[in-house]
């Protein structure tokens, strides 16, 4: 079982519609989340942190279910331009803060 | 726009060539990383160093070899590549390698080896 695991879509949507993405994790002392953006050829963004509280970026929101091992990435109100790869990331205190990424759940949103 | 820099941007090798991508950062960061990404793939965490020094290796071939010649400059030393190591290479920093410390990626080098 990998680490890190995503559905790796693709993710179809049309413009407007919210579309929400989950990954889950195996191991149980992962204490940091991340998700990043990477659109084609080009190098992964931080698209925000992942909290126990949750947060929120304007059409973005992040959650964390610890007790589940999972994460999500909920968008709202799509845009054109959210077409991209969407990278799970997690790190955990027992290997000096080392990432493991998932494989990215891809998403096309269309006019 | 990234405060990772790298260069060269495109760089095709034969396989035995020597060639060196070069990686800067002015942040402050103490902790800069390689990493490989090959198509449709996650970046796949090839060294770490920590305060210049190598902390991770992940077994990485000898041809590839590292070099870190001060807390701005991050150096990756390529020397008798095959065309399976054609892939993007890129640098990252973060503020530590505490696990709350979220990494930012530079633009990457695109390798071509023929």
């Known amino acids: 079982r990998k680490e890190v695991e995503q559905d790796p879509g693709p993710f179809n949507v049309p413009e407007g519609a919210t579309v929400a993405f989950n990954c889950t994790y195996s191991?149980?002392?992962?204490?940091?989340f991340f998700w990043y953006r990477q659109d084609c050829r080009k190098e992964p963004k931080l698209l925000m942190s992942v909290y126990s509280s949750g947060n929120e970026d304007g059409r973005f929101t992040a959650q964390l279910n610890r007790a589940s091992q999972y994460i999500s990435l909920l968008i709202r109100d799509s845009k054109l331009s959210d077409s991209a790869t969407y990278l799970c990331?997690?790190?955990?205190?027992?290997?000096?803060?080392?990432?493991?990424f998932g494989d990215g759940t891809t998403l096309t949103v269309k006019p | 726009d990234t405060e990772v820099t790298q260069t060269p941007k495109h760089l095709v090798m034969g396989m035995t060539n020597k060639k060196s991508l070069k990686c800067e950062q002015h942040m402050g960061h103490r902790a800069m990383y390689w990493y490989k990404q090959k198509a449709k793939k996650p970046p796949e965490l090839m060294f770490v160093y920590s305060y210049e020094k190598l902390s991770i290796n992940e077994s990485v071939p000898s041809r590839f070899s590292p070099e870190c010649p001060n807390s701005s400059l991050l150096n990756l030393h390529l020397h008798a590549l095959q065309p399976e190591d054609s892939a993007l290479y890129l640098c990252?920093?973060?503020?530590?390698?505490?696990?709350?410390?979220?990494?930012?990626f530079g633009e990457g080098s695109w390798l071509t080896v023929v």
């Open positions: 990252a920093s973060s503020q530590g390698m505490g696990r709350e410390f979220p990494i930012g």
């Open positions: 990331v997690v790190t955990h205190n027992t290997n000096a803060g080392k990432s493991t």
């Open positions: 191991n149980s002392a992962s204490q940091s």
